[in-house]
């Protein structure tokens, strides 16, 4: 396995691209992907805009990045993302994505996860917006034969509306998934969140979906499912949405914490991956 620097390996700041690819990894703008190779058609339902292709061909040591970012105002991404592990390998992917000021930008991002026989991917997420933004994000996850999935996904809505969606489809013998998603409304943010881990075969999953609400005019709606199509297959899930702990904000302010450092010491150990 190979060892390399760990700086973005995609990095956008509005509408602008950068590329760091290294041996054993092939990252490309989605477009370039679709004019290079043709089996990408079968997951790009279109010719893609924006976004990033990752196909990953070795196990590597050092954790994968992504990183997309909205500084200026009205900046709509509308991204298109593939990502490939294939066989035999196993990968760590840190996705981030975020505004950096109230500048009232426009994520949308599809992505598809293709895990390859016997592959284990740890992927990891995490996005944060502000007052006036827009998010919305559909990921699906699609595992084939004894591959595995460890998924950590938290968002942060300090005031924005968002709108996400998984899918971790177990559709092979032996495939297995782990995903656990954290949601923090603030400010008045809202959420609409729904994921889902479908079954087959003899296929394990589990989803765990939790948040916090901070504010009376924040909202967080969480949909988990559980879709199995097997009697062989064991899935199951567990949900939370609730307020931050009293006790945890008196043990802080009783050491001299402000409210507001108490709230976000709390909300950063909660969303922490």
């Known amino acids: 396995m190979k060892n ?92 981030t994505c975020k505004s950096l000021k109230e500048v009232k930008g426009k994520h949308f991002a599809k992505a598809k996860i293709i895990i390859k026989k016997n592959s284990f991917l740890e992927f990891l997420q995490y996005s944060s917006w502000q007052k006036g933004d827009e998010f919305k994000s559909e990921y699906e996850f699609f595992l084939e034969e004894k591959a595995y999935l460890k998924a950590n996904i938290s968002n942060k809505n300090k005031g924005a509306k968002i709108v996400t969606k998984e899918n971790v489809y177990l559709g092979k013998r032996k495939a297995s998934a782990d995903v656990r998603i954290k949601m923090v409304a603030e400010k008045g943010g809202t959420f609409f969140s729904e994921s889902y881990i479908h079954g087959e075969s003899n296929t394990k999953g589990h989803l765990e979906c939790s948040g916090l609400i901070s504010g009376k005019d924040s909202k967080i709606t969480s949909i988990p499912g559980l879709m199995c199509n097997s009697d062989k297959a064991e899935l199951t899930h567990e949900a939370f949405v609730g307020k931050i702990s009293e006790e945890k904000l008196m043990y802080l302010r009783m050491r001299g914490l402000s409210l507001r450092k108490a709230e976000e010491i709390i909300i950063n150990s909660f969303l922490s991956l």
């Not at 196990?59 to 991404?77: A, G, M, P, R, Y």
């Open 4 to 95: 390399v620097k760990n700086v973005p390996n995609f990095y956008q700041r509005n509408n602008k691209a950068e590329i760091n690819s290294f041996n054993g990894i092939i990252v490309l703008p989605s477009v370039v992907a679709w004019e290079n190779y043709e089996w990408t058609h079968n997951y790009f339902v279109k010719k893609p805009e924006q976004g990033f292709f990752l196909w990953v061909k070795e196990s590597i040591f050092s954790q994968i990045n992504t990183l997309v970012e909205i500084d200026s105002k009205n900046v709509f991404q509308k991204m298109n993302n593939l990502i490939v592990i294939e066989k035999g390998i196993k990968a760590k992917l840190f996705s």
